[in-house]
């Protein structure tokens, strides 16, 4: 009778943690870190991105919790100044999503790629994976303002070795079926598109999460 209990109270306490945790495969923490797209502006919070990715990575096993630190209207010197608060969560991972914002305010490329080599050398430096978000920009400041700007996270990438996700917004941008009025924020359906597109990705850094394990 009590070995039938237990087994009862463990499936309890699986179903608290959430939907689709299986056993036998090791959980941890991913923080989604960025700006407006990431925070999921416009929207309910359980719309954005990294709600939706929790669930996916549940329905397929993976035991990990997705904590939405998108903060609107930051730049790529504002996350890294919050650096030591984003390592206070302990996460196994991060996805950082920043300097989206800085290329709209025309910010020098070579100082937004300074501040986010900062951030990537910071998590290394504390055994944390990331799982990093590419932006770009159109020509609205020029063909050489954008050439430099789209070279910053491949450069970051061969510089540092994150696991890459080339752009944030692939298949998403300028298109209006998947973006809320302002033409820059996706919708609902604009962020089904993100989490899939990320979400292999995501499987990637976990990998590396439990070889280092």
């Not at 990990?64 to 010197?77: C, D, K, P, Q």
């Not at 491949?154 to 209006?176: I, M």
Request: glycine share 8%; hydrophobic share 45%; with cysteine.
């Amino acid at each position: 009778m009590n070995k039938i209990y237990a087994v009862l109270l463990l499936f309890a306490l699986c179903a608290c943690r959430g939907e689709g945790v299986v056993s036998g495969k090791n959980g941890g923490r991913i923080l989604a870190v960025g700006d407006s797209l990431t925070a999921g502006y416009g929207l309910e919070k359980e719309d954005a991105y990294p709600a939706l990715l929790q669930t996916k990575l549940a329905r397929m096993g993976y035991a990990f919790e997705v904590i939405n630190l998108g903060v609107s209207g930051e730049v790529s010197a504002q996350t890294l100044a919050r650096a030591s608060d984003i390592l206070a969560y302990e996460p196994d991972i991060v996805i950082l999503e920043t300097g989206a914002n800085d290329g709209l305010r025309g910010y020098a490329p070579a100082k937004i790629k300074d501040n986010i080599s900062q951030l990537l050398q910071i998590f290394a430096d504390n055994d944390v994976v990331v799982v990093l978000a590419g932006m770009k920009v159109r020509a609205t400041r020029g063909q050489a303002y954008m050439q430099r700007y789209n070279r910053i996270y491949s450069q970051l990438e061969e510089d540092y070795s994150p696991v890459f996700f080339p752009f944030f917004l692939e298949g998403v941008a300028l298109d209006w079926r998947y973006n809320q009025l302002d033409r820059l924020h996706p919708n609902q359906a604009g962020y089904q598109i993100i989490v899939d597109n990320i979400l292999p990705f995501v499987v990637k850094g976990i990998e590396r999460v439990e070889v280092n394990r």
